[in-house]
């Protein structure tokens, strides 16, 4: 819902009915479905780098701990995932940022050649930049999930959906897609946050949140006899 409530409002705006029972906002439906395409190489990069180099090194990392490891081998698992996350999290917010640069630069030819017209190229260079916000959101969710963190994205999407929800019911008719775009870049900030400062003390955290359950038991005292001879 986060990511279709501005068509929902859309589709009150301008629908267009080519049947009964189906609605079409053609100046905003087809911009939008265009602007998620410039996301499918960066989804098809971080799946196939998450399930490869990063679980490797996430497994590892949660089988230094599950096999009680010694803090200087589990410190170095943890180094080489901190490696491959950031460095993998570098790659494809380039990536995607080329994407999106690329899309807005052909938004104008890509709007000629589907007729559409300006509130259409509006609703196009909009829906490419929040498709981008969207598409980095998915990653940060993803990974939050591997550390079962499912708070996180959870929360993100309440605020996306919210934002989204607010500013397209104000500016749909005029500045189509910002809704959507500002809901997203606002809701990948709040969780890649919310996610650096548990990630950031992991150790801290996965003790706090496994401790073991010690059984209770009563102290025991041992008498120093030896000390009590002595004296």
Do not use: C
């Not at 994205?153 to 397209?168: L, R």
């Not at 150790?203 to 009590?228: A, C, S």
Request: glycine share 4%; hydrophobic share 50%; proline share 3%.
């Amino acid at each position: 819902m986060a990511a279709w409530i501005d068509d929902f409002i859309a589709w009150f705006y301008f629908k267009y009915s080519i049947s009964k029972g189906f609605i079409f906002a053609p100046q905003y439906d087809i911009p939008m479905f265009i602007s998620y395409l410039f996301i499918i190489p960066t989804l098809t990069l971080f799946v196939l780098n998450l399930e490869t180099d990063f679980y490797f090194n996430y497994r590892a990392f949660y089988q230094s701990v599950e096999e009680n490891r010694t803090l200087t081998y589990i410190k170095l698992a943890k180094e080489t995932l901190d490696n491959n996350l950031y460095a993998t999290t570098k790659l494809i917010l380039s990536v995607q940022f080329t994407f999106m640069l690329s899309g807005l630069i052909l938004s104008g030819p890509l709007a000629k050649a589907l007729i559409l017209n300006d509130y259409g190229l509006k609703a196009l260079r909009f829906g490419i930049v929040g498709a981008a916000a969207n598409g980095i959101f998915l990653y940060v969710s993803l990974i939050a999930h591997y550390f079962d963190l499912p708070d996180i994205p959870m929360n993100a999407s309440i605020i996306a959906f919210t934002v989204n929800f607010v500013f397209s019911m104000l500016t749909i008719i005029r500045f189509p897609g910002i809704g959507f775009a500002i809901g997203f870049i606002i809701a990948v900030i709040f969780a890649w946050t919310k996610f650096r400062v548990i990630y950031k003390n992991l150790l801290h955290f996965e003790f706090i949140r496994n401790r073991l359950t010690l059984p209770l038991r009563q102290v025991i005292i041992h008498e120093n006899k030896h000390l009590e001879e002595t004296e």
